[in-house]
Every structure is written in C-alpha cells, then in structure tokens.
C-alpha cells in the first residue's frame, strides 16, 4: 500500500556491515511492526512499537534493533549483517482499537547478505 | 520478484471454479483470525478476518469459515480469477495485539 512505505526496496550488502531499513507511514496508525519472511515460511515478528516510547521484542529479535523516531516512522537495524539475515523484511501498521489486529502491509525490502 | 511459494502447498485452479484454502490452527486460546493474499513482489494485503465468537463471514467472493472444534479455517473463493493466483497466508491472535502467521499456500489460477 502507498499508505506504507519501505526504503530501500532491494539491498546488497556484506557479512558485517550496519545496515539500516526504514519504514514510513501516513495512515495515522500508532502501532508499527517488523517481519521478516524467508522462502516457504511465513512472517516472523522481529520487534513491534505500540507508540513512540514502546518497543518490544518478537520471536525472532536477535541481531536486530529498532528505533521508532515518529509516530509515522520505524526502522529496524542489522548492527553487524550475517548471511542467514538475507530474507524480505516487511514493514505494518496498525490502529488501536476494535480492528488493533488488522495489520497493513508496506511493500518489503529485499536484503542480501553476502 | 522474489518467489515467497517455494515449497509451499500448492492449489491449481481453472478459472471460474471455487477454491478452498485451508489452515490449521495451534492456539486454543486465539479470539481473532485473519487471511492475507500475497502477490509476488507485494506486500501481504488484507481479505478478511473473523472473531472466534463467529463461524462464517462473508466478503466479496470470499467467505471465511471457523472451526473451533477440530481448530480449522477456510477460506473459500467463489469463480477464482486469474487474478486471484497468488500465496495465501492465515494468521492468529497470538497474545496482545500481535499476529502468529501460517506458512502460506500458493493458489494457481489457469484460464
């Protein structure tokens, strides 16, 4: 969705560098969230913000950090890339409230780690 | 793009017929469910959702059903499309506002 945006959208890198991916929203929602998808498996959760003083960890948070400058912008950090961290990262959003659950989805970023 | 099927179950279709994805849940405890279409090289987009205090909804061509007993959900689309041809994901409430994803199904659509 326009509404959700990611940048950079494809990314190469090498086995310990920083890399930063950036996710920004104009849906007004407070709650961000990071996935990562490999091939064959579904989204994991890598870190969620319910607002900008919130950070949480997810099922799979280790190697990476977070930083939610904004209500409308989250991104997510790769302080030393590894090979196994190639993978689509996806970017979502969500409105508190009765429909909290229904996330929205930006476009993904593709990182190679070489 | 990057395919995001591999390996996954696979469902062809013709065009016009009705599909049936369907997913196992784990959690017993889940109050909320959701289905999302991905297409290749997109983000997952929103179809429908269903609470746990439903059996059936119904959208545009799509209906979601709910078993709770044998813990099972379906999402049935009526006269597929070509354009329906993408990997379907279900996903559960797994706690506080978070989400727990199945690992997809890929639908194919021939004309």
């Known amino acids: 969705d326009a509404d959700v945006t990611q940048t950079p959208r494809n990314r190469i890198t090498k086995t310990g560098k920083r890399i930063m991916l950036e996710c920004s929203q104009t849906?007004?929602?407070?709650?961000m969230y990071w996935y990562r998808q490999d091939p064959g498996l579904g989204l994991r959760l890598i870190y969620y913000?319910?607002?900008?003083?919130?950070?949480n960890k997810g099922e799979i948070s280790d190697g990476y950090s977070v930083s939610r400058q904004a209500q409308a912008k989250f991104s997510l950090s790769l302080e030393s890339a590894i090979p196994n961290q190639t993978a689509l990262y996806f970017c979502?959003?969500?409105?508190?409230?009765?429909?909290?659950?229904?996330?929205?989805f930006g476009p993904g970023t593709r990182l190679t780690v070489l | 793009g990057e395919s995001v099927g591999l390996h996954l179950p696979t469902l062809s279709v013709q065009e016009g017929d009705n599909s049936i994805i369907n997913c196992a849940y784990s959690?017993?405890?889940?109050?909320?469910f959701i289905w999302y279409k991905q297409e290749s090289g997109k983000g997952p987009q929103f179809i429908i959702d269903?609470?746990?205090?439903?059996d059936k909804r119904q959208g545009q061509r799509v209906t979601v059903l709910l078993n709770k007993t044998v813990k099972h959900l379906s999402l049935q689309i009526a006269a597929t499309q070509p354009g329906d041809s993408a990997v379907y994901f279900c996903?559960?409430?797994?706690?506080?506002?978070?989400?727990?994803f199945g690992k997809g199904t890929m639908l194919l659509v021939s004309p």
């Open positions: 979502a959003t969500s409105d508190p409230g009765p429909n909290r659950l229904t996330q929205y």
């Open positions: 849906k007004g929602h407070d709650r």
């Open positions: 913000s319910f607002d900008v003083k919130d950070i």
């Open positions: 959690n017993s405890a889940s109050d909320y």
């Open positions: 269903i609470r746990s205090n439903m």
């Open positions: 996903a559960e409430n797994a706690g506080y506002s978070t989400l727990t």
